[in-house]
């Protein structure tokens, strides 16, 4: 179990003191795949390195199975930080060493043989699906290459934590996917405590079991992933959910019309379109005002707005009809929305 407690980080600087984090409390279960989701500046790459203590937090604390980490010494911080690894959105391989080397690297570092680390090296490579690049350098890799690389590395010294700070900001979406499922399995076989730092919504709608939203240095709200993105309760939460804010009420006092906001959350996706098959059988012909969705491992994620001709009948009809689907929420968005 990871406690953050009460967390604060503050930086001085020659305009004076700023709080990059406040106040912030977060408890992540052992073995879970955690998200913290947050817009640029919000202090999510802070928080990631406050609890590998890259960054001494100004108050507050992280324990790890009991253990509070601000209390260890230089020696003992070292030994715990084998337990706990990171991977970057820039990769951060060694440019001068091959794949089997960057792999070999933090087991020399421990103290291991060379063909103690040389056997353990070629045993990550398989796991990621590089082992026939054992003797190529990153430069000759792809970008999903490379993170494949950086992963075995990080899983080197057997950590219980794997830190992941926008690991695939830097990856199109396919790629992106890839690394996803990598990180989705070793998790699975290995039991590892995965926290994912991102600002990508699809990341964590499809790899994360819960996410704390961070605001301006606080938690905003945190909770299951599901609960958290079908009804977010935070107006942070909501710009992030939600990113069409506002225009829903705008639309409707234009129009007159009224409107569904519809999430999916891993609803199956189907050959025929939910609100296609809600025309032909409810004779519902509704317009779509806004969408983000899309599709991942076969399943629906993101929101759409609808308009939705004529009245209460109507709208109750069509909320009954969406919400059968499994994964899938509607309700009507009211002026305020």
Same mark, same amino acid.
């Given at each position: 179990?990871?406690?953050?407690?009460?967390?604060?980080?503050?930086?001085?600087?020659?305009?004076?003191?700023?709080?990059?984090?406040?106040?912030?409390?977060?408890?992540?279960?052992?073995?879970?795949?955690?998200?913290?989701?947050?817009?640029?500046?919000?202090?999510?790459?802070?928080?990631?390195?406050?609890?590998?203590?890259?960054?001494?937090?100004?108050?507050?604390?992280?324990?790890?199975?009991?253990?509070?980490?601000?209390?260890?010494?230089?020696?003992?911080?070292?030994?715990?930080?084998?337990?706990?690894?990171?991977?970057?959105?820039?990769?951060?391989?060694?440019?001068?060493?091959?794949?089997?080397?960057?792999?070999?690297?933090?087991? #020399? !570092?421990? =103290?291991?043989?060379?063909?103690?680390? $040389? %056997? @353990? /090296?070629? #045993? !990550?490579? =398989?796991?990621?699906?590089?082992?026939? $690049? %054992? @003797? /190529?350098?990153?430069?000759?890799?792809?970008?999903?290459?490379?993170?494949?690389?950086?992963?075995?590395?990080?899983?080197?010294?057997?950590?219980?934590?794997?830190?992941?700070?926008?690991?695939?900001?830097?990856?199109?979406?396919?790629?992106?996917?890839?690394?996803?499922?990598?990180?989705?399995?070793?998790?699975?076989?290995?039991?590892?405590?995965?926290?994912?730092?991102?600002?990508?919504?699809?990341?964590?709608?499809?790899?994360?079991?819960?996410?704390?939203?961070?605001?301006?240095?606080?938690?905003?709200?945190?909770?299951?992933?599901?609960?958290?993105?079908?009804?977010?309760?935070?107006?942070?939460?909501?710009?992030?959910?939600?990113?069409?804010?506002?225009?829903?009420?705008?639309?409707?006092?234009?129009?007159?019309?009224?409107?569904?906001?519809?999430?999916?959350?891993?609803?199956?996706?189907?050959?025929?379109?939910?609100?296609?098959?809600?025309?032909?059988?409810?004779?519902?012909?509704?317009?779509?005002?806004?969408?983000?969705?899309?599709?991942?491992?076969?399943?629906?994620?993101?929101?759409?707005?609808?308009?939705?001709?004529?009245?209460?009948?109507?709208?109750?009809?069509?909320?009954?009809?969406?919400?059968?689907?499994?994964?899938?929420?509607?309700?009507?968005?009211?002026?305020?929305?």
């Amino acid at each position: 179990m990871i406690e953050i407690k009460n967390l604060t980080k503050q930086f001085h600087t020659a305009e004076g003191t700023v709080d990059a984090l406040k106040n912030v409390s977060i408890s992540i279960p052992d073995g879970d795949i955690f998200g913290i989701i947050g817009m640029s500046g919000a202090g999510k790459s802070t928080l990631v390195r406050c609890i590998n203590m890259l960054e001494r937090p100004t108050e507050g604390s992280v324990e790890i199975d009991g253990v509070d980490l601000g209390r260890l010494s230089d020696t003992e911080l070292r030994a715990m930080r084998r337990d706990i690894t990171m991977i970057f959105q820039g990769f951060n391989l060694l440019m001068q060493r091959n794949c089997l080397k960057n792999v070999c690297f933090p087991l #020399e !570092l421990a =103290g291991k043989s060379r063909a103690e680390a $040389k %056997a @353990r /090296a070629m #045993e !990550l490579l =398989g796991i990621v699906g590089l082992a026939d $690049k %054992a @003797r /190529a350098y990153p430069a000759q890799l792809s970008g999903g290459q490379q993170q494949r690389v950086a992963i075995a590395r990080a899983l080197a010294t057997n950590p219980k934590v794997l830190l992941c700070d926008e690991a695939t900001s830097a990856l199109d979406p396919t790629t992106t996917n890839s690394i996803l499922d990598l990180i989705r399995s070793i998790n699975e076989k290995l039991g590892i405590t995965v926290i994912i730092i991102t600002h990508q919504m699809s990341v964590v709608e499809s790899i994360c079991r819960h996410v704390a939203i961070l605001d301006s240095g606080t938690v905003a709200e945190q909770g299951e992933v599901t609960e958290v993105f079908s009804h977010p309760k935070s107006e942070a939460a909501r710009r992030l959910v939600f990113p069409e804010g506002d225009s829903a009420a705008s639309l409707g006092e234009e129009t007159g019309g009224r409107y569904l906001r519809v999430v999916f959350n891993g609803a199956e996706a189907t050959s025929t379109p939910l609100i296609a098959r809600m025309a032909v059988e409810r004779g519902i012909e509704a317009s779509i005002a806004y969408a983000s969705t899309k599709s991942i491992g076969g399943k629906a994620y993101g929101s759409m707005l609808l308009s939705i001709p004529g009245g209460d009948g109507a709208i109750r009809e069509a909320i009954a009809y969406l919400t059968q689907t499994p994964d899938v929420l509607a309700e009507e968005v009211q002026q305020h929305a």
